[in-house]
């Protein structure tokens, strides 16, 4: 009798654990299924030594924007949330230990390596559950019923920074592999079954390459390295408008005695940051203040703002002093603005390659 008893608990038991452990979405590209995209440095990175300070960006992919659709794979009626899963593999930490590779998602930077797992990345599948649903698209569960597919659109890019540790002695990176950064999957963690969900990697480190070249970087604007635009009349608030345009330079100086020798003719990219709030990719909008923000373009180009995060190429490097001229652009967001001072900062970071 003991034997019965005990041999149905354990029945019981199961038949409620079972259900949830089987929670799977599957993810991949909503166009063409893809479940995979490698994003490779095709081209030699060079990289200061002096630049090797923690937190220094040496590189940001351009931006990617993926539409990922999610399937309901084992039955899951009442709906699931997808995640970015970090680091699927475990191989992140095989990295050099002087640099670091994340992903940004919006303008926040995600370091992948001993930090979160996941992050939520937004519902994959909802109810109404339905036995149709079981068989759309690519999905081919086995379940009676199975909840609603959803789509996410996400822009992401991946960086490269510097961690502070020393580079490799003589300045090269070796890590030719490729490295999955991230895999969008369920509520239950990763997926076991193959080629189910969209991942995304990064390939090629290997063309990253330390070289002795310091050169000096100096923002001139019309108040030392600050850009002032003075008294704004209220008055003047028209949404949409762009009230004033302050010029400044961004200047770099090969000519000083520790400038080093080993760039000479590399291409210097620069790109744009800051810790504010962000509006529309290139907009930065000061604290403590509303009704305005801040955007930065090439002087040649006054009216093509520059995506803040994303590579600039500025010229060749020749040894000389060499100056690029930005415009700032004070631009009304609102119809309304608050009185008193306001200020914003961005950061500009230069590389080679």
């Known amino acids: 009798m003991k034997k019965a008893l005990l041999n149905g608990f354990s029945v019981l038991v199961l038949l409620l654990v079972l259900p949830n452990a089987a929670w799977a979405l599957s993810c991949k590209e909503a166009m063409t299924q893809s479940i995979n995209q490698v994003i490779p440095l095709r081209d030699e990175i060079v990289i200061s030594k002096g630049d090797a300070v923690r937190g220094r960006l040496l590189w940001r992919s351009e931006d990617y924007t993926v539409s990922f659709r999610c399937v309901d794979a084992q039955g899951a009626p009442q709906g699931e949330d997808a995640f970015f899963y970090w680091d ?20 926040v930077d995600h370091n992948i390596n001993g930090g979160d797992i996941r992050m939520l990345a937004g519902r994959g599948t909802v109810p109404p559950a339905n036995r149709p649903n079981c068989k759309m698209y690519w999905n081919n569960a086995r379940a009676r019923r199975c909840a609603t597919s ?5 822009t992401f890019s991946i960086y490269i920074k510097a961690t502070g540790s020393p580079p490799p002695q003589n300045g090269q990176i070796n890590n030719w592999g490729v490295y999955d950064l991230f895999q969008v999957d369920g509520e239950g963690g990763l997926n076991t079954i193959p080629n189910s969900n969209f991942r995304a990697g990064v390939s090629g480190l290997g063309q990253i390459h330390f070289i002795s070249c310091s050169p000096n970087i100096t923002i001139i604007g019309n108040s030392g390295s600050t850009v002032n635009f003075g008294r704004i009349p209220v008055a003047e608030i028209n949404k949409g408008k762009i009230q004033s345009q302050i010029p400044f330079q961004i200047q770099v100086d090969m000519t000083h005695p520790g400038a080093g020798n080993e760039c000479s003719n590399r291409m210097l990219v620069a790109s744009i940051s800051t810790l504010d709030i962000v509006k529309d990719d290139s907009v930065i909008m000061p604290k403590l203040n509303g009704g305005f923000g801040i955007a930065i373009s090439r002087a040649d180009t006054p009216g093509h703002f520059i995506p803040l995060k994303k ?18 652009s004070l631009i009304w967001t609102d119809d309304t603005a608050k009185l008193g001072p306001f200020s914003a900062t961005a950061t500009v970071n230069v590389t080679f390659r």
């Open 88 to 107: 699927p593999d475990r191989t992140v930490a095989q990295i050099h230990p002087s640099i670091e590779v994340g992903v940004t998602i919006k303008h």
């Open 150 to 154: 959803m789509v996410l659109y996400v």
């Open 311 to 328: 590579a600039i190429p500025l010229g060749p490097v020749n040894n000389t002093l060499m100056n690029y001229d930005f415009l700032a």
